[in-house]
Structure formats: C-alpha cells, structure tokens
Nanobody, 119 residues
Framework: QVQLVESGGGLVQAGGSLRLSCAAS????????VGWFRRAPGKEREFVAS????????RYADSVKGRFTISRDNAKNTVYLQMISLTPEDTAVYYC????????????WGQGTQVTVSS
C-alpha cells in the first residue's frame, strides 16, 4: 500500500515561489499516476496538476498553467510541484494523490500541506 506525505508548504508573498514535495512509501508508487489537488477556504477541492508514471505526460488546470510545474523522481519515490508567480488565489491546502493507471479515481491521499500567499 502506498502512503503519501506532502511537505514544502508555507507562507510566501505574492509573486514568490514554493516547491512542494510528495514523498511516497511503497514500490507501487513508480507505476502510479500522481496528482496535486488543492482546497481553498470555503471552496471545493480542485485539480491542480497530474503526472504519468513515467513522467512524460503531464496535465494542468488552466489556472496554474505556465506557473506550476509537476515532476517526479521515481528513484526517490517523490513527486514535486514547483510553483512560481504565486498569488493570494493560490492559498489553499495542497494534497497529493495517487492512482493506478486503470483506476478512474485517486484512491490514496496525503494529509495535505498549507500554502498561504500574502498580498
């Protein structure tokens, strides 16, 4: 069973950058699709980005395209989310999640890491 632990969140000023990490335990991680999601206060959880098991296919929400980059290092069992040009609208709890390629939904979730962007 894969377990996920996010880190790297914090408080940053608008225009700043952060890199989130999602560290996984379990050998199945390297064959999993991994996604980042976020939940802002008073809002529904939303998709941010995802990456295929090989790392050669990525997807992004329109709101973060050009500012966020998802990547992975399977040798380190870690997926990253590099975020630049942050705005207060990016303030949220960020979660990473994993699923096997044939699954329709993400079934393994981390506990989340808080990102706060001040204006």
């Amino acid at each position: 069973q894969v377990q996920l632990v996010e880190s790297g969140g914090g408080l940053v000023q608008a225009g700043g950058s952060l890199r989130l990490s999602c560290a996984a335990s379990g050998r199945a991680f390297s064959s999993s699709i991994v996604g980042w999601f976020r939940r802002a206060p008073g809002k529904e959880r939303e998709f941010v980005a995802s990456i295929s098991w090989s790392g050669d296919s990525t997807r992004y929400a329109d709101s973060v395209k050009g500012r966020f980059t998802i990547s992975r290092d399977n040798a380190k069992n870690t997926v990253y989310l590099q975020m630049i040009s942050l705005t207060p609208e990016d303030t949220a709890v960020y979660y990473c999640a994993a699923r096997i390629p044939v699954a329709a939904t993400y079934n393994i979730w981390g506990q989340g890491t808080q990102v706060t962007v001040s204006s």
